[in-house]
């Protein structure tokens, strides 16, 4: 397989770099800034505007084929305009003629290559374009090049306008009101909303109102297609113990807290969706059986929650631990329901972790399409969405199986018969990523899947065609990368783009009718990386733990590498069980690996066995074993990887990671310290007992107690369990207003490691929340593998710089 060796490594320049060589017993090796520099220069926010055409959002037009995009040029941007039927890309318009015209209205300056707004609207039928920049709305027209500029804008749009554009529904005091669109008299639609049980809004997390954020709340409801009702969720949080947070930045300490139920809790949030008709206010919840324990109201991508005569609605919901899923059609008159398809499982029921929903339908609504896992591996099912059109109540409900017959302890649903499963559409040992689309007219389904392409990278995402009994599948996008696909609204076009870890994007617009590639839109261009020493990861395979199954994932070389001498290992690591340490197979332009790489780090990212994208049964691996964290598959991937290369220095072993990371890279140092000799944990969810039921119930179980014991089957997955391990080097960071992990997490570990009498650094960041992609934390990392892993010193009070607001995104 093609992917079994590292490719490119055995064309080393032989050059020695300050600070990878192992040092020198008599005096420690020094860091300079220019090290620093040197690294710095590989961080996203600083290497992602230096490369053009790398990115391509396309945003269509009305007419369902035409659609624009904005293009990097690796010194700015540029708007693009592409008209597939006439095969023609050109400039959206004159944007020296719009900079003129945008400076002489605000009275200020604006650049042509750097126009200060990301997206636009056509108006006036393409005469004229309005957009938000500097928090103020634009109006220019493309004829004459005048501009209008008007009133400051909120941060956020509190009005969700019907699809006839004559009502705006909004939020306030924890209730629906509506008004004529535009302005007017207001009307209030709900009337029992309270605090903690609102229609279509939370109440703000304590890191927003830290930041003192008094932007009205959006309500998330969605209109039907004859803006004659409205589908809201509420969630009963009212009697959910609460998680509390202290801000110490102040003069006076300030206290905040949000309901925040922890596995075990026997009060949990409870969501319901409720059914609003605007005219007559008549509310009607739907009662759920088995009760929901999350719901969704999101649809497909190509799929409306609301069928196109606004009789009818579908959602999809799951049950605590995340055991059972179900997809429910309701009737918006009366509440009555009926399910068209389910699934249920002894570990947790996935719902497509690939950015996908589990459904989609026909558009007809004769069929559904199902996404699961239950023959092991992620395919598409056909379900008849017509049949039993007898809708039901909760009161009148029987019998205990769902889908294909699976039992649901606990639960009263209706018998197999309410779900009516068609055929399966794909089969085989790959996994379906999402629809795409799916043709009315040919009763065709487009899909993106992963592994089905032999001798290629199982995590590489295609584009497939298959007809709806699962006859005639069709690869559409045949380079052997890993593709992003979009359908035009009128499935005619795709804008494809591919890549790979070491090939940057390109970026293609195909004919659906066949995958034909009609014309080239951008090629990344990172000539200007190059320039300054950039190079890609390497993509490499190992064997697991078991010595049978295939792993991959990348490694990361410092420059100028001199394979007889020894370089310190640092492994980043994210366990999942929803994404794995690499994350998105595809190019990056920048990120913290290469950065630290350019420190004389061999830097690796492994895929481990409870990571996703591959089967069920490897997904499951360590389900209700959270303390396993794929830490045993590192080790002997790393063991492998240094057999094959042995410049890796396998005495000097580090390991790091944020959050889900932060926890694996504290589990490794404390269970193999032997291996693991420096570890650095952001934020790190250290005990899964204080972490939400969502993630926690559903990849460790629900808690369960053994009284005889006074412990639980939480406890040999908190890795307080094992501080008296500790024997290396130990950095714990975590912001004080995390509201997501909270910070108590840490500092429950702090306590045991103090008893254990053990050595460790901490930075809490005040006022911080759960992401530490800053600048101060990034080089406290660097520090500390410097210091401890290579022996080295790193430069005094170094501050690295970050760029542009909003520039280059996370550094990982």
Not at 473 to 502: C, K, M, Q, W
């Amino acid at each position: 397989m093609r992917y079994a060796r590292c490719v490119a490594i055995c064309t080393f320049v032989v050059v020695a770099v300050l600070g990878s060589a192992q040092p020198a017993k008599a005096q420690r090796q020094q860091l300079t800034a220019t090290d620093y520099q040197r690294a710095e220069r590989f961080l996203n926010w600083h290497a992602s505007p230096l490369v053009a055409g790398d990115e391509v959002e396309p945003r269509f037009l009305d007419d369902g084929n035409r659609f624009w995009y904005r293009n990097k040029t690796g010194g700015g941007h540029e708007f693009v305009l592409v008209d597939p039927t006439a095969d023609a890309r050109r400039p959206a318009f004159d944007h020296a003629r719009l900079a003129s015209a945008m400076s002489l209205a605000a009275d200020t300056t604006f650049e042509p290559h750097k126009l200060p707004f990301q997206r636009f609207d056509f108006e006036d039928g393409e005469r004229t374009i309005a957009f938000e920049a500097a928090k103020r709305r634009f109006r220019c027209g493309l004829t004459e090049y005048t501009c209008t500029v008007g009133d400051t804008l909120p941060d956020r749009d509190p009005y969700v306008a019907s699809p006839d554009s004559v009502w705006q529904v909004f939020y306030k005091d924890y209730n629906l009101w509506i008004r004529p669109f535009g302005g007017g008299d207001s009307t209030q639609l709900t009337l029992d909303g309270e605090k903690h049980w609102s229609y279509g809004a939370r109440e703000p997390r304590p890191g927003e109102l830290l930041r003192r954020n008094r932007n009205p709340a959006r309500p998330q409801v969605v209109w039907s297609p004859d803006s004659r009702k409205l589908l809201v969720l509420r969630t009963d949080e009212r009697e959910v113990l609460h998680h509390h947070y202290i801000s110490y930045t102040g003069q006076r300490s300030r206290h905040f807290s949000q309901p925040y139920a922890l596995p075990g809790d026997s009060i949990v949030p409870v969501p319901t969706v409720h059914i609003v008709d605007v005219a007559s206010k008549q509310n009607v919840p739907l009662q759920l059986d088995p009760a929901a324990n999350q719901l969704s109201l999101r649809g497909s991508p190509r799929d409306s929650v609301w069928a196109p005569d606004s009789r009818t609605f579908r959602f999809h919901y799951l049950t605590r631990g995340s055991k059972a899923i179900y997809l429910v059609e309701a009737d918006a008159a009366t509440g009555a329901w009926r399910f068209l398809a389910a699934d249920s499982s002894k570990t947790w029921v996935e719902t497509n972790p690939q950015g996908g929903a589990s459904w989609a339908l026909t558009p007809d609504g004769n069929d559904v399409i199902w996404w699961s896992e239950r023959d092991g591996w992620a395919h598409l099912y056909r379900f008849d969405g017509r049949k039993n059109e007898q809708f039901v109540t909760a009161a009148a409900q029987n019998g205990d199986g769902v889908g294909d017959g699976a039992p649901v302890p606990g639960s009263r649903v209706p018998n197999a018969a309410a779900t009516v499963l068609r055929n399966r559409i794909t089969s085989g040992p790959w996994v379906v990523k999402r629809v795409e689309y799916i043709d009315s007219a040919t009763r065709q389904i487009y899909f993106t899947a992963n592994g089905r392409e032999q001798d290629r990278l199982p995590y590489f995402a295609h584009l497939y065609r298959v007809n709806a009994d699962g006859s005639g599948l069709e690869l559409l996008t045949p380079e052997d990368a890993n593709h992003d696909v979009t359908f035009s609204p009128s499935g005619r076009y795709i804008i494809d783009t591919y890549s790979r870890i070491e090939s940057p994007p390109v970026t293609v617009l195909r004919s659906a009718r066949d995958g034909r590639v009609i014309r080239t839109l951008e090629t990344a261009d990172v000539s200007r990386l190059e320039e300054m020493g950039w190079t890609s990861g390497q993509v490499f395979s190992v064997k697991a733990r078991d010595g049978v199954t295939d792993l991959y994932g990348v490694i990361w070389l410092p420059p100028g590498l001199d394979p007889s001498r020894k370089y310190p290992v640092v492994e980043y690591i994210y366990p999942g069980p929803q994404v794995g340490s690499v994350g998105r197979w595809a190019f990056t332009t920048g990120n913290e690996h290469r950065a630290m790489a350019q420190l004389g780090f061999v830097v690796v990212q492994l895929d481990h066995l409870g990571t996703p994208l591959r089967s069920k049964a490897f997904h499951d691996n360590y389900y209700g074993e959270f303390i396993d964290n794929g830490i045993p598959d590192h080790i002997a991937g790393l063991k492998q990887l240094a057999a094959r290369f042995p410049f890796m220095d396998l005495d000097r072993v580090g390991i790091w990671g944020h959050s889900g990371g932060g926890f694996a890279s504290t589990d490794a140092i404390l269970r193999f310290p032997e291996f693991y000799k420096v570890a650095v944990s952001g934020a790190g969810n250290h005990d899964n007992r204080s972490y939400n039921i969502y993630w926690a119930e559903k990849y460790q179980g629900l808690l369960e107690k053994d009284t005889l014991k006074d412990t639980d089957n939480y406890e040999a997955s908190a890795n307080k369990t094992y501080a008296g391990n500790l024997r290396g080097k130990l950095l714990l960071m975590h912001g004080d207003m995390d509201d997501n992990v909270h910070p108590a997490m840490t500092i429950q570990l702090v306590n045991e490691l103090i008893k254990a009498n053990k050595d460790f650094d901490l930075v809490i960041a005040p006022d911080r929340q759960h992401g530490l992609n800053e600048p101060y934390f990034i080089r406290r990392r660097w520090d500390f593998f410097v210091r401890h892993l290579m022996g080295a010193d790193p430069p005094e009070g170094y501050e690295i710089q970050r760029g542009p607001e909003g520039q280059g995104g996370n550094n990982n």
